[in-house]
């Protein structure tokens, strides 16, 4: 399958530990910088599906505002599956009912670049 190499911000834009939530080819995407080092992900948390946009990003790790599933930014791994509803921590013999019956699963990376400050992603061609 072909790649395509798309312009989703400038530098600028994407700044340390902060999120910007950006499109391509109606692929929704979350970046960030951790270490200097621009990032992406798709914005679309793996357990249900919602938008990681208002998550919290701390030292790299992103949680998800609904129902607390934490994900290593940089690799996609699952570091904590659900334990909150909206937002709020729940006891942990309500966490396999928050769950759904979803197991555990990766936050989706998307490969980037930057060069001559602007940051592109590279998505499969549709
Ligand atoms: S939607 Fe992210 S943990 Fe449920």
Redesign the pocket.
Known sequence: MAEQKIRVASSQDVAEGKLFATQANEQKLLLTRIQGQARAVVNR?P????K?SRGELSDGVLK?P????RFDFCTGANLDW?NAFAGVPMPKWTHGMISMGKSPAPLTTVPIEETAGEIFVHLDAQ
Do not use: E, I, N, P
Request: glycine residues 16%; aromatic residues 8%; neutral net charge.
């Open positions: 948390c357990h249900m599906g919602m990681m998800c609904w129902h607390g599933s659900v």
